[in-house]
Nanobody, 124 residues
Framework: QVQLVESGGGLVQAGGSLRLSCAAS????????MGWFRQAPGKEREFVAG????????SYADSVKGRFTISRDNAKSTVYLQMSSLKPEDTAVYYC?????????????????WGQGTQVAVSS
């Protein structure tokens, strides 16, 4: 497992942008695929975006495709989520997670390390 700490959440107006960061420690970061998930009040946690171990492959939920960009810097043991054109429905607690796989799965059950979450609120 790795220890993960998210940062960068906050309150933003619709149409605005935020960049989330997730710093990892404890194990070799480059051995893990990374994912971002979110959970809105009363809803299940859902996959948002994922990046492969090397950073060469990314995937996105349809709801964020074209607006969000996931990236990673293995030298800094950090994964990022650049969010643009934010909508009120993007309001949620955002979590980063690490999976001991090459590719980033959408199934949250395949991730064995999770951060504590960072709140993102988008006002209309």
């Amino acid at each position: 497992q790795v220890q993960l700490v998210e940062s960068g959440g906050g309150l933003v107006q619709a149409g605005g942008s935020l960049r989330l960061s997730c710093a990892a420690s404890g194990r070799t970061f480059s051995r893990f695929a990374m994912g971002w998930f979110r959970q809105a009040p009363g809803k299940e946690r859902e996959f948002v975006a994922g990046v492969s171990r090397s950073g060469g492959s990314t995937s996105y939920a349809d709801s964020v495709k074209g607006r969000f960009t996931i990236s990673r810097d293995n030298a800094k043991s950090t994964v990022y989520l650049q969010m643009s054109s934010l909508k009120p429905e993007d309001t949620a607690v955002y979590y980063c997670a690490a999976a001991p796989t090459i590719w980033a799965p959408e199934d949250l059950g395949l991730y064995d390390s999770w951060g504590q979450g960072t709140q993102v609120a988008v006002s209309s």
